[in-house]
């Protein structure tokens, strides 16, 4: 084979690749969720029904999380729909800093009250050319789904945050961000039943609390894995999986909930 021939069969591989993966993100009416593997502090990447995409939190990391992005979303793609902030600590948000220059956002909902450092993000993000909403422990409707930012107050910070809640037709989704085991038996005695989900993304570690899995009553937990975090032995009876040991984790909605993409 020639030289010409060698070039022509790669060019024609990678076409062939990027069409693929346009076609697999077309919207198809099912909710996709992706935990990044961005080595720190939970970065969740939404797909809504309608094809809308959101990201929750950004880790600490500009670079994992521009990398992150990068391998699994469409080639060419500049534009978050949504960006949702759960808490303002550094090991959640810094990656989100990145994001100006390489994404454009158009809505940024945060809790309310941040620390400085969550609010320099979400201020670099607004005057990208983003909104910004405080949810205030209301719902909100987007992509064809439910939101709902359950506030409360750090039990080791006192700073505000919010546990991320998202019913959709076809799966729901609870996510904790950097909530203690603390503040996740506080959630589950003030929200109760508002935090039933199929699946929970949990704290860095996987540190979650036995009255928040009573309540919540997920079939699947998903774990991000943080430098310096201990991984907490996954609870018996529910299927866990770890960006640790298995890189960036993908679920699909569907009649059944949200499930695991094998």
Not at 74 to 81: F, G, Y
Not at 147 to 157: E, H, K, N
Not at 169 to 191: F, H, I, K, M, N
């Amino acid at each position: 084979m020639n030289v010409r021939s060698i070039v022509a069969a790669a060019l024609a591989a990678v076409l062939a690749a990027g069409v693929a993966w346009i076609v697999a993100s077309r919207p198809d009416g099912r909710l996709h969720v992706t935990v990044l593997n961005t080595g720190s502090s939970p970065a969740v990447l939404i797909q809504a029904g309608d094809g809308s995409s959101v990201l929750v939190d950004g880790g600490s990391s500009a670079n994992q999380l521009l990398a992150a992005l990068g391998r699994v979303m469409p080639p060419a793609t500049s534009h978050l729909d949504m960006v949702v902030v759960t808490g303002g600590e550094e090991a959640a948000v810094n990656g989100l800093g990145g994001l100006p220059g390489h994404y454009t956002v158009g809505t940024v909902v945060t809790p309310g009250n941040l620390n400085p450092g969550g609010n320099n993000i979400v201020g670099a993000l607004e005057s990208s050319g983003a909104d910004v909403l405080e949810a205030d422990d209301g719902a909100w409707a987007f992509g064809g789904a439910t939101w709902r930012c359950l506030g409360f107050i750090a039990v080791a910070t006192g700073r505000s945050m919010c546990a991320l809640v998202l019913d959709d037709p076809t799966g729901r989704l609870l996510v904790l961000g950097d909530a203690g085991t603390a503040d996740q038996e506080d959630l589950s005695t003030v929200y109760g039943n508002a935090l039933g989900a199929d699946l929970v993304i949990t704290p860095p570690g996987g540190a979650v609390a036995p009255l928040l899995l009573a309540t919540a009553r997920p079939r699947e937990l998903a774990v991000p894995i943080a430098p310096g975090v201990p991984a907490v032995p996954a609870p018996q009876g529910y299927p866990t999986d770890r960006t640790s040991t298995d890189g960036d984790l993908t679920y699909i909605g569907g009649a059944s909930g949200l499930q695991e993409v094998t």
